[in-house]
């Protein structure tokens, strides 16, 4: 959003807050009848910008509702399950060879296309390869896969070739594989989906009206209709829902979140862990090319004192664990927890006693991180780091800050260990944003991509992230929890974060 | 008809320099199209060969010929970042602004003659209230006058909702409820911005000596102000009304913001900041569209409005 209009909307929310202090226990305004709830229609503001819908499933989806509607009008191979492991979907099995590089996946034969067409693996694997071919605008999601080499083996299955042993092909075809007819490019047009909601006709840039397809291989679902409005401001989100115009409202500030706590009319759903701020410390750049500045800075941070200013404490405290909710994150590490003397006393043993001129890169894109980047140039100020807070405008922070400045905060909303690593961790990568190049540690990632035993991989993957925390050039400090809210009788809304939150197909409103 | 002719050809020029001083706006921003898709995390490779598949890899003249043979051809091209038509994103959302930016200025336009009126020529106390009204009104930004009456007609009042959720599929002036709040808040920065324009013409033409003499005369107010007055302020009236509408169908993406409308502004300033270079073009020429004709019809009227300015 402009960084101007961002600041506007800060203006409003806390103009608004002020002056309606009192607001939460009246009743909320109603919109008249004419928009009213049939239980049969769920209405949900999410996050995103109607301008930037994209009607291309495999490319870059800006925002959540683009996620939300690509979920709704196609299936998937695998989604991402509440505890973090890989639920089928389209695909019901996916089995390796004694290798790990040649996977078979079998896809349900049931399902068909809303053009009466039956969905086959050739329409799987042609949309693989379609993302394959747009690896530039969805992050490199198909890179651990050799699509020329894959092949379909009949109706039902295909064959997956991964580049090198790979035992996570559950994961890595999880959330965004959405499957389109074969040969199918132009996405201006609609195209046949076979998801459990079909885009009706009625609609346009206000909202997207989808009605249930009854063909539906999967769980009936309750609501007969899901209209998916994309709301950029998270205060008109939250509003929307207050005054009866939705019934579900995603990612509400922190701010409303907490006046609405005993307002019965909405029910305030929290997911833990959903966002994260890695402070970023760039390896190959003084004064972070030493360790002892590195461990400084995670030691001089008040965790408690982020979480409870930056989130409103709803959250928990970081253990500078990149993906703490990642089934494979190492468990039972000790808390790491605020100590100025150790950190000074490191600051002093790589010769920086007498302080040092940094300069932190944060922007206002994202809800509290300039207050974050502010309260952690203070923190850091007591181990002697003069730190200069730079606010960068928001619509080029991703190509001027990240992976480009040496100290700077990122954003990360719930994203797998590995695909973190693919973007983040590779060394070698223009966008190995902290310069992580660790040969042993990358061969140890090798090893543990070719371990099939799931207990035995999770082990070597832990004890990955585990090193990454000590040794490398993240610092997290706090977890932010998702804060949605809906109507009191809304049930069903998907309880897991990132890709897993977008698939709202089962939600369903009584009353 | 020469002098018609002329002011077409002005307008047309006019509109083809703000085309070019906003390509040229556009281009000077820091990064492009291919790094608002890239979201930060693709290689140089990759983003050479967005590029070039967008066209971002063509000298930047080229690039404007190729909008502007698009715009005078009827097809204004597609979205960079979501590849749809520009023409199919400006007509889903020309309605909501239209109704917005019309329901502004059927406010504003009365409250901007009231004001300036009262500003001039009411009782002394009146005039100084009115007068820093007016200060006020117009340095005003749009989110501080939104978050007031979101909590005075919304939270307080409960006459209107505090966000606009139009309904999917239903033309937005049957949702009057929904634009109000909206609507408000551009007319009425809109209109304190019009009254401190218009009230030093109003007290020009008060001061006249023509009009002295008719107050001697002993003439009603309303005589005066219909048949001296309004005749000498219609045409930079005109003016006014044609600048306000273009900056209430420029001025709409906070307000569209702010109240979850998808309109045209809301796509002006996500456009601009993806750096989606055909949508800002089309949409902000669009506006600039407005304005021209606005001013064109304004001088092609001024003359009629007031016989006396024609003569030299």
Not at chain 1, 351 to 367: E, Q, S
Request: hydrophobic fraction near 45%.
């Amino acid at each position: 959003m402009h960084p101007q209009l961002r600041r506007r909307s800060a203006a409003i929310v806390t103009a608004v807050a002020l002056l309606t202090g009192c607001a939460a226990t009246k009743p909320a305004v109603t919109s008249s009848p004419a928009a009213g709830t049939s239980t049969g229609t769920i209405r949900y503001a999410a996050p995103g910008s109607p301008s930037n819908a994209v009607t291309d499933p495999h490319g870059l989806l800006p925002g959540e509702s683009d996620v939300v509607r690509m979920a709704l009008t196609y299936d998937v191979l695998t989604v991402p399950g509440a505890d973090g492991s890989s639920r089928s979907r389209l695909a019901t099995a996916w089995e390796p060879d004694a290798t790990l590089t040649k996977w078979r996946i079998t896809i349900r034969g049931d399902a068909t296309f809303s053009d009466g067409r039956k969905v086959k693996a050739a329409d799987a694997l042609f949309s693989l390869r379609r993302m394959g071919k747009k690896a530039a605008e969805n992050f490199g999601r198909m890179a651990m896969f050799d699509l020329d080499a894959s092949k379909v083996i009949d109706d039902t299955t295909f064959e997956l070739v991964t580049k090198k042993p790979y035992a996570e092909v559950g994961k890595a075809l999880e959330g965004a594989t959405f499957v389109v007819p074969e040969g199918i490019d132009d996405f201006t047009k609609p195209v046949p989906g076979s998801g459990p909601f079909r885009p009706a006709s009625k609609g346009g840039a206000q909202a997207v009206v989808f009605e249930r397809n009854d063909d539906w291989w999967g769980p009936k679902p309750t609501a007969k209709v899901i209209e998916v409005r994309a709301v950029p401001d998270p205060q008109a989100r939250a509003q929307a829902l207050l005054s009866g115009q939705v019934d579900l409202a995603g990612g509400v500030p922190a701010t409303l979140a907490k006046q609405q706590e005993g307002n019965s009319a909405v029910r305030l759903l929290r997911r833990p862990g959903a966002t994260l701020y890695p402070l970023v410390m760039r390896m190959d750049t003084k004064p972070f090319d030493d360790l002892r500045v590195r461990e400084a800075v995670r030691l001089a941070l008040d965790r408690k004192q982020l979480l409870d200013t930056v989130f409103l404490g709803y959250g928990e405290i970081g253990n500078d664990l990149i993906t703490p909710k990642d089934p494979t994150s190492p468990k039972n590490l000790p808390q790491r927890t605020r100590d100025l003397a150790r950190a000074k006393q490191l600051m002093s043993e790589a010769g920086l006693a007498g302080g040092i001129d940094l300069t932190l890169h944060t922007t206002t894109a994202y809800p509290g991180m300039d207050s974050a980047a502010t309260l952690i140039s203070q923190q850091l100020a007591e181990i002697g780091m003069k730190v200069k807070v730079s606010v960068e405008p928001a619509d080029t922070y991703f190509s001027a800050v990240y992976a480009r400045k040496p100290f700077y905060l990122s954003y990360l909303g719930g994203i797998p260990f590995l695909d973190v690593v693919r973007v983040t961790l590779t060394p070698g990568s223009p966008t190995n944003e902290t310069a992580w190049k660790d040969p042993a540690w990358s061969a140890d990632l090798d090893k543990a991509l070719a371990e099939p035993d799931d207990a035995e991989r999770r082990a070597l993957l832990a004890d990955l992230q585990t090193q990454l925390r000590d040794q490398g050039g993240y610092a997290i400090w706090a977890l932010s929890d998702r804060l949605d809210l809906a109507k009191a009788g809304l049930s069903g809304v998907p309880e897991g974060i990132g890709f897993a939150s977008a698939f709202i197909d089962q939600v369903s409103l009584d009353g | 008809m020469p002098r018609l002719a002329r002011a077409l050809v002005r307008s047309g020029l006019l509109l083809i320099a703000a085309s070019v001083v906003i390509f040229l706006c556009t281009a000077a921003l820091p990064g492009d199209a291919a790094d608002a898709l890239g979201g930060g995390r693709a290689t140089p490779e990759e983003l050479a060969r967005l590029r070039a598949e967008q066209g971002l890899d063509r000298p930047l003249h080229i690039r404007y010929l190729d909008w502007l043979s698009g715009v005078l051809t009827g097809e204004p091209g597609a979205s960079l970042i979501t590849g749809r038509p520009v023409a199919e994103l400006v007509a889903q959302r020309a309605g909501v602004t239209v109704a917005l930016a019309g329901a502004a200025l059927a406010v504003s336009v009365p409250l901007t003659a009231a004001l300036s009126w009262a500003a001039v020529s009411g009782p002394r106390r009146l005039r100084s209230a009115v007068n820093a009204l007016i200060v006020a009104g117009a340095a005003l930004p749009q989110a501080v006058v939104a978050a007031a009456l979101v909590a005075w007609l919304s939270a307080a009042w409960g006459w209107f909702p505090p966000v606009s959720m139009l309904p999917a599929g239903e033309p937005p002036w049957r949702r009057p409820d929904l634009l109000a709040l909206p609507a408000l808040t551009l007319a009425l920065p809109a209109a304190a911005y019009g009254a401190a324009l218009l009230r030093g013409a109003i007290a020009d033409v008060l001061a006249r000596p023509y009009v002295r003499d008719a107050e001697l005369r002993g003439l009603s107010p309303v005589t005066i102000g219909l048949r001296y007055v309004l005749p000498m302020v219609a045409a930079p009236a005109t003016r006014l009304l044609a600048v306000l509408l273009g900056g209430l169908v420029a001025g709409t993406a906070v307000a569209e913001t702010l109240f979850g409308l998808a309109g045209l502004g809301e796509l002006l300033v996500t456009a601009i900041s993806t750096r989606d270079v055909p949508v800002v073009q089309s949409v902000a020429i669009l506006a600039a569209a407005v304005v021209v004709a606005g001013l064109f019809a304004a001088d092609t009227a001024a003359p009629r409005l007031h016989p006396k300015a024609a003569r030299p």
